[in-house]
Structure formats: C-alpha cells, structure tokens
C-alpha cells in the first residue's frame, strides 16, 4: 500500500503522464505506457501463480480437467 500512497502523492496529471523518456532499446516512451507496463507484468506474475497452484490439483479434479483450460496448458 506504501508504494500506491507514494504512486498517489505524485499527483500525475496527463500532462506529466504524457512526458517522454528515452529508453536506450525501445527509444522514446511515455510515463504511462512505463506504468502500464508495470501493471502488466504484475498481472503476469499473478497468472503464473495462479497456474501453479491451480497444477496441484490436476489429478484430484478427475474428469473435469477436460474442462478446465488452466490445467492443460
């Protein structure tokens, strides 16, 4: 929660989430495409998570796996 009362106390606007920085492999970027990308790749880890807890049960589930498209991946 610190680092979204941190993210907040900046008080971007669009102007600010507009600004450009130089990435020295992608070129130029915005801040917002920088912090979507954040949001991204925390939503990434969570699918990975989910995967691996959901892969405990893919013998108990029996059948039903057939149907169940996050343990046949």
Request: hydrophobic fraction near 40%; aromatic fraction near 6%.
């Amino acid at each position: 929660m610190k680092n979204i009362n941190q993210l907040i106390a900046f008080n971007l606007s669009e102007a600010k989430l507009e600004k450009e920085g130089i990435h020295p492999e992608l070129g130029k970027s915005k801040l917002s495409e920088l912090l979507s990308t954040w949001v991204v790749l925390d939503l990434g880890h969570i699918s990975q998570i989910s995967r691996v807890m959901a892969k405990q049960y893919k013998t108990e589930v029996g059948p039903w796996k057939q149907y169940l498209g996050i343990l046949n991946k």
